[in-house]
């Protein structure tokens, strides 16, 4: 158990002190790389928000248009009747 202990410690020790030679490495071999996703991650973000505002906005005018076309026809609908009225009169 002792033995067991010993070895524990001699490992972690290694470890700790491997980890302060190689996080230097590990942190100048990594930061361009995350770098460059980060800028890969905001352009993707940007694109689905412009995609996302693009859609927002067709679905705005849709709408839009619709009730146009619908008010249209009701003042057509009124100004039939209108025509009409003056002739039958």
């Known amino acids: 158990m002792i033995q067991r202990n010993v070895q524990r410690v001699i490992?972690?020790?290694?470890?700790?002190?491997?980890?302060?030679?190689?996080i230097p490495i590990a942190r100048k071999t990594l930061r361009p790389v995350m770098g460059d996703l980060s800028r890969q991650m905001k352009y993707f973000?940007?694109?689905?928000?412009?995609?996302?505002?693009?859609?927002?906005?067709?679905?705005?005018?849709?709408?839009?248009?619709?009730q146009l076309d619908k008010?249209?026809?009701i003042e057509y609908v009124?100004?039939?009747?209108?025509?009409?009225?003056?002739?039958f009169q």
Request: proline share 0%.
């Open 45 to 66: 973000i940007v694109s689905a928000k412009e995609g996302l505002e693009d859609m927002v906005a067709e679905v705005k005018f849709e709408r839009m248009k619709k």
């Open 11 to 22: 490992v972690g020790s290694a470890l700790l002190i491997a980890s302060t030679a190689i």
């Open 71 to 73: 008010d249209m026809s």
């Open 78 to 87: 009124d100004s039939e009747a209108e025509v009409s009225e003056r002739i």
